[in-house]
Antibody
Framework: QVHLQQSGPGLVKPSQTLSLTCAIS??????????WNWIRQSPSSGLEWLGR?????????DYVESLKGRIIVVADRSKNQFSLQLKSVTPEDTAVYYC??????????WGQGTRVTVSS | ETLMTQSPVTLSVSPGERVTLSCRAS??????LVWYQQKPGQAPRLLIY???TRATGIPARFSGSGSGTEFTLTISSLQSEDFALYHC?????????FGQGTKVEVK
């Protein structure tokens, strides 16, 4: 059974970088049959897919158009985890952030969620 | 981008009632549609995929139907543990997109 454990701060100051990590157990971040994703949820926006990384001979990433230039998703094979960095945050980035394992477009496994508040 | 619209936003029901939630796609997604259940303070949980296939461990009172642009999640007899937020998501067209959710609350 796959388990995803999120870690990272719950409070980030405006203009700084939000950094979260998702540790994987029960699967490999290098698996070529799944993708590793970040999603966020706010009361006003519902569930919003943010980005993903995956390995098929080489590492690839995809990002939601609205965050390109601010978002980085990267995998760490040595630690079997992946991370999210969101730069230059504003209060509009306040949300609950989730990591998730996706196969065939279906979000099978989710992390526990991290409530991130952007405030000075 | 495929826009997913769920209705109603909130549904007030009593235990034992039959519940029907709707999800509409802005363009056809075949049967590439998933339903998730989310309880307060928890991550979403996979309920149904391929529009009508229940995920492992999901009770038979949950059923999904539809194809193309119109989808339905039905709970045949609502139990106390079913009061939650329900999301639909399409995986036919990149990027995957979610609906805004329907909250099923106690009447």
């Amino acid at each position: 059974q796959v388990h995803l454990q999120q870690s990272g701060p719950g409070l980030v100051k405006p203009s700084q970088t939000l950094s979260l990590t998702c540790a994987i157990s029960g699967d490999s971040v290098s698996s070529n049959t799944v993708t590793w994703n970040w999603i966020r949820q706010s009361p006003s926006s519902g569930l919003e897919w943010l980005g993903r990384t995956y390995y098929i001979s080489t590492w690839s990433v995809d990002y939601v158009e609205s965050l390109k230039g601010r978002i980085i998703v990267v995998a760490d094979r040595s630690k079997n985890q992946f991370s999210l960095q969101l730069k230059s945050v504003t209060p509009e980035d306040t949300a609950v952030y989730y990591c998730a394992r996706v196969a065939g477009g279906i979000f099978h496994s989710w992390g526990q969620g991290t409530r991130v508040t952007v405030s000075s | 981008e495929t826009l997913m619209t769920q209705s109603p936003v909130t549904l007030s029901v009593s235990p034992g009632e039959r519940v029907t939630l709707s999800c509409r796609a802005s363009q056809g997604v075949l049967r590439d549609l998933v339903w998730y259940q989310q309880k307060p303070g928890q991550a979403p949980r996979l309920l149904i995929y391929d529009a009508s296939t229940r995920a492992t461990g999901i009770p038979a009172r949950f059923s999904g139907s539809g194809s193309g642009t119109e989808f339905t999640l039905t709970i045949s007899s609502l139990q106390s543990e079913d009061f939650a937020l329900y999301h639909c998501q399409q995986y036919n067209t990149w990027p995957w997109t979610f609906g805004q959710g329907t909250k099923v609350e106690v009447k």
